[in-house]
């Protein structure tokens, strides 16, 4: 039973350059979370994803970053003309429905670094 | 506006000692309070979490103490061992509401 999986694990980006990173939930898990953690800081909650739905997107800078978890396939985070503030540990969890923090899963994340 | 503020901010602890991280929070009505360990290149998991309606929650040598009234809780860690070394995060969250705060973490080192 693979965990949550997360790819790639590292990822360089020239400024100006557009950021995906990929997310595979845990089997079962249908509900997709997106926490970004900068150096020396905690994790700060992005986006809430339910299949084809942004249930709770607060946490999303308003400009350049989108997130999707379509019917098929991983969550997508994206990130369009990164800035070298975007150089971050991005990473998602899964759990199988919703309010259950006990079953939260996260993956080992995707560190983002912008030259 | 940090609402769950977590101290100290490093922590060296001989092996067998106890290690103590503290937080506080704001938002009364968080409800559920969990620490995360996190190794290095890794993503948290889940440790041990407690919800307000005990005061203590032990977990073999992890214990959670939570302070309703002062708005804070606590991880000790009993017999700390060198595997234990690591970052903690202390958490929390509304029943509901599915986001997670976390604490600015903890760097733990267990020396020998």
């Known amino acids: 039973n693979a965990g949550v999986m997360q790819n790639p694990r590292h990822l360089v980006r020239r400024r100006g350059q557009e950021a995906r990173l990929r997310c595979s939930p845990m089997?079962?898990?249908?509900?997709v979370y997106w926490y970004r953690q900068l150096p020396e800081e905690g994790l700060k909650f992005m986006v809430y994803?339910?299949?084809?739905?942004?249930?709770?997107e607060s946490g999303m800078p308003k400009e350049r970053f989108s997130a999707e978890f379509p019917k098929e396939g991983p969550s997508i985070l994206r990130i369009q003309q990164v800035v070298r503030g975007d150089s971050a540990a991005y990473f998602c969890a899964s759990s199988p429905s919703r309010a259950t923090n006990e079953k939260l899963f996260f993956g080992s994340g995707t560190q983002l670094s912008v030259l | 506006q940090q609402q769950v503020k977590q101290s100290p901010q490093s922590l060296i602890v001989q092996k067998g000692g106890i290690s103590i991280i503290n937080c506080a929070y704001e938002n009364t009505a968080f409800d559920y309070f969990p620490w995360y360990q996190q190794f290095p290149g890794k993503g948290p998991a889940l440790l041990i979490a407690i919800r307000p309606d005990v005061s203590e929650k032990k977990e073999g040598r992890f214990t959670i103490s939570f302070n309703k009234s002062a708005k804070q809780f606590s991880l000790h860690i009993m017999d700390s061992q060198p595997g234990d070394s690591a970052t903690y995060f202390c958490?929390?969250?509304?029943?509901?509401?599915?986001?997670?705060?976390f604490g600015t973490g903890t760097r733990l080192t267990i020396i020998p």
């Open positions: 994803l339910q299949k084809e739905n942004i249930i709770d």
């Open positions: 089997k079962g898990h249908s509900h």
């Open positions: 958490a929390a969250s509304i029943t509901g509401n599915e986001k997670l705060t």
